[in-house]
């Protein structure tokens, strides 16, 4: 069974572009969920959705946005990228029981 | 929201010693999970535990969900341990069905 895919796994992107990441859950996943590391703040939760809706959001600005289509796949977007975005952006899958399973995370750097 | 502290913050070990690192989180939790991170980045799942006790290989995880506390006992740890320990917890169901919540993390360090 493959694993969460998340794409690509490295960019750099100049202060002020947008960017656009993208996760595949694990087949029969429905739950998708976002996170960002930084040396500074840690593991933080961005947004999950299930079901193509958002069920839950952490507190990060308006930029911080994501969707997800009916194959459960995800995509989350930053607007206007600043230099405190630079960040490994991980993504998890999950069934409900069992726990969250994560992919190799996308690390993006704004220069 | 739940606050989730681990301990202790660095651990630096002989190989073949073994260990035991602490997670204590601050409100009831049905999802409890431990992971270690590799040096790419990726977080890898050791155990699911809410509760109990599991065992995996030289791996053992015991949940006391009453006292809201975990551990994670690692024994004769070898360098290949090495690397960044996190203990996260989420209550799924309700509106919170995947969130997590992390601690701060354990970096283990594993000498030869």
């Known amino acids: 069974k493959a694993g969460v895919t998340q794409t690509p796994r490295y960019l750099i992107k100049t202060r002020g572009q947008q960017v656009t990441l993208s996760c595949s859950p694990i087949?029969?996943?429905?739950?998708v969920s976002w996170y960002q590391q930084t040396p500074g703040q840690g593991l933080q939760f961005l947004f999950e959705?299930?079901?193509?809706?958002?069920?839950n959001k952490g507190n990060f600005p308006g930029r911080f946005s994501g969707r997800q289509f009916s194959n459960s796949r995800s995509e989350m977007n930053v607007s206007t990228l600043e230099l405190g975005d630079s960040a490994l952006y991980l993504c998890?899958?999950?069934?409900?029981?069992?726990?969250?399973?994560f992919g190799q995370g996308t690390r993006l750097t704004v220069v | 929201g739940i606050q989730v502290e681990q301990s202790p913050p660095d651990l630096i070990l002989q190989e073949g010693a073994n260990s035991t690192l602490r997670c204590n989180f601050s409100?009831?939790?049905?999802?409890l999970q431990w992971f270690h991170q590799n040096p790419w980045g990726q977080l890898i799942n050791l155990f699911y535990?809410?509760?109990g006790t599991k065992q995996n290989g030289r791996l053992s995880a015991t949940t006391v969900a009453t006292e809201r506390y975990s551990l994670l006992y690692i024994s004769s740890s070898q360098t290949t341990d090495s690397g960044v320990y996190f203990c996260?917890?989420?209550?799924?169901?309700?509106?919170?069905?995947?969130?997590?919540?992390f601690g701060q993390g354990t970096i283990l360090t594993v000498h030869p």
């Open positions: 998890a899958s999950s069934r409900g029981t069992g726990g969250a399973f």
């Open positions: 087949s029969g996943h429905r739950s």
């Open positions: 959705y299930f079901s193509e809706t958002q069920r």
């Open positions: 409100d009831s939790v049905n999802n």
């Open positions: 535990i809410p509760s």
């Open positions: 996260a917890v989420g209550n799924a169901g309700g509106t919170s069905y995947g969130k997590l919540t």
